[in-house]
């Protein structure tokens, strides 16, 4: 079936790097998404990877895939205040229109 | 230009009313998604409009309708809703089916 899960927090210090973990159960899912939510806005697009990849960098951010786990990880360099938010992973299923969200990731990070 | 515009922000609608949310967005985007969130939950889907047509209706009660009036717009139309119907409404857009979606920032609807 589909299923994405997360684990709930996170807590890390400003400064420190967050990685906040994900594993999904569907092995067809084609792209794979990291999306940033803050208190009382929408979901924002921060990163994703397409299957056939194990890794993507941007700025301070860096996902890695491994697909042989269904595992997928979002690594926060040097954690800001400003990335305190809820972190879902999500992904597309081949062939699919629908993308499944994991239940979110709440990030603190501490002054 | 990655933005999807949603009005109103903040709704209060009574059990009796009607109203109607709205969704904008300017990027050529042929996919239009409406999304209900609850606090502390995922997204969950309702509708997907696929160029102007209905291809997904996520077995959505009726007291929920949407529109999409032309490529940029889309629309939830809401009637005789249920206090448990309380929640971030969310729409997003994609370049078609399948491809990642933009979100706005969302509707927060009390039903009283």
């Known amino acids: 079936g589909e299923d994405v899960e997360q684990s709930l927090f996170l807590s890390v210090r400003e400064g420190d790097s967050s990685v906040i973990n994900c594993t999904y159960t569907d092995s067809s899912s084609t792209y794979l998404y990291w999306y940033k939510q803050e208190p009382g806005a929408g979901l924002q697009l921060l990163t994703y990877?397409?299957?056939?990849?194990d890794m993507k960098q941007d700025q301070r951010l860096t996902v890695l895939l491994n697909k042989k786990d269904k595992h997928l990880s979002l690594r926060i360099a040097d954690t800001q205040t400003g990335d305190s938010a809820i972190y879902f992973c999500?992904?597309?299923?081949?062939?699919?229109?629908?993308?499944?969200f994991g239940a979110g990731t709440r990030l603190f990070v501490k002054a | 230009d990655t933005e999807v515009t949603q009005t109103p922000k903040h709704l209060v609608m009574g059990m009796t009313n009607k109203k109607s949310l709205k969704c904008e967005q300017h990027m050529g985007h042929r996919a239009m998604y409406w999304y209900k969130q609850k606090a502390k939950k995922p997204p969950e889907l309702m509708f997907v409009y696929s160029y102007e047509k209905l291809s997904i209706n996520e077995s959505v009660p009726s007291r929920f309708s949407p529109e999409c009036p032309n490529s940029s717009l889309l629309n939830l139309h809401l009637h005789a809703l249920q206090p448990e119907d309380s929640a971030l409404y969310l729409c997003?857009?994609?370049?078609?089916?399948?491809?990642?979606?933009?979100f706005g920032p969302g509707t927060r609807l009390t039903v009283t």
């Open positions: 990877i397409f299957s056939n990849m």
């Open positions: 999500a992904e597309r299923l081949t062939g699919g229109f629908k993308t499944i």
């Open positions: 997003a857009s994609s370049q078609d089916l399948g491809f990642e979606q933009y």
